[in-house]
């Protein structure tokens, strides 16, 4: 199943639409104001179905997942050195990037593929394309993109933030 991943542009808060390949709405994300980052999944039909939350107290940037109101785990990013890593334990999933943070591949713990994700360049908004192996994964790979998403946006305003 491919998922097409758009920022929408002009928005004071995080926002993004996610289509088929056919060009058809699947999900719509909004952000909240919160302390963190804390992005509301919708469906196609308006329906509120899950939450991104960002733990801000914490020595490395850590998001909690919520389907409905159920916790179904937290995504942590792990120490490394050239390479972008996280972890969904509770899936037994981790998400790899490659130096530039652009593509990342989201794997099961034996080592299967789950979720493919590739940066779409010369957009006008950030645009990622999600190729997830089974369709029944598509809303937990699609949150864990949104939180690898806003741990960058976060980082890259910190370290904005220490420049001046």
């Known amino acids: 199943m491919k998922m097409i991943?758009?920022?929408?542009?002009?928005?004071?808060?995080?926002?993004?639409?996610?289509?088929?390949?056919?060009?058809?709405?699947l999900f719509k994300v909004e952000g909240k104001i919160s302390f963190g980052h804390r992005l509301h999944i919708y469906n196609s039909k308006g329906k509120h179905i899950a939450t991104?939350?960002?733990?801000?107290?914490?020595?490395l940037p850590e998001f909690?997942?919520?389907?409905?109101?159920?916790?179904?785990?937290?995504?942590?990013?792990?120490?490394t050195l050239l390479r972008p890593a996280y972890k969904l334990a509770s899936k037994?999933?981790?998400?790899?990037?490659?130096?530039?943070?652009?593509?990342?591949?989201?794997?099961?713990s034996k080592g299967s593929r789950v979720a493919h994700v590739d940066k779409v360049f010369f957009r006008l908004s950030d645009t990622y394309e999600i190729n997830v192996e089974n369709p029944e994964n598509a809303l937990c790979v699609l949150m864990m993109v949104l939180a690898i998403d806003a741990e960058k946006c976060s980082r890259k305003r910190k370290e904005e933030r220490d420049e001046n």
Do not use: C, M, P
Request: hydrophobic fraction near 35%; charge should be positive.
């Open 52 to 59: 991104v939350k960002e733990k801000i107290i914490d020595l």
């Open 92 to 108: 037994g999933w981790t998400a790899e990037g490659d130096f530039f943070e652009f593509d990342y591949e989201i794997k099961d």
């Open 64 to 79: 909690k997942l919520y389907v409905g109101r159920k916790n179904i785990g937290t995504l942590r990013k792990k120490i």
């Open 5 to 25: 991943f758009k920022q929408r542009l002009l928005t004071w808060l995080d926002g993004y639409k996610i289509y088929d390949e056919g060009g058809s709405l």
